[in-house]
């Protein structure tokens, strides 16, 4: 399995959590990393990015300012840092690799704030 998701789990309103994906079977630093985050009945949602080298990052306009995207290169993982948690977070959360030639998903972990 080329990207697993870990660190979801129940968090209560103005709550922290962070997720972390691990990838296996490809050269990580070559690719672009990205979150999703699908919520019950929704369509998928592009969360954040982060360039190649994790010196560039951009956001959706709904986690802007709150959530913050990583990777350790070293260690094959991005991470996503949520802060000041709402409800309207609550979604299952799947990390993306892509190169221009392949895409990878992970298989998700589920997010809920909730009180």
């Known amino acids: 399995v080329p990207l697993v998701e870990s660190g979801g789990g129940l968090v209560q309103p103005g709550g922290s959590l962070r997720l972390s994906c691990a990838a296996s079977?490809?050269?990580?630093?070559?690719?672009?990393m990205s979150w999703y985050r699908q919520a019950l009945g929704k369509e998928r949602e592009w969360v954040a990015g982060?360039?190649?080298?994790?010196?560039?990052?951009a956001y959706g306009d709904s986690v802007k300012g709150r959530f913050t995207i990583s990777r350790d290169n070293a260690k094959n993982t991005v991470y996503l840092q949520m802060n000041s948690l709402k409800p309207e977070d609550t979604a299952v959360y799947y990390c993306?690799?892509?190169?221009?030639?392949?895409?990878?998903w992970g298989q998700g972990t589920q997010v809920t704030v909730s009180s």
């Open positions: 982060i360039t190649r080298s994790g010196e560039g990052a």
């Open positions: 079977t490809f050269t990580f630093s070559t690719y672009g």
């Open positions: 993306n690799a892509i190169d221009g030639s392949h895409d990878y």
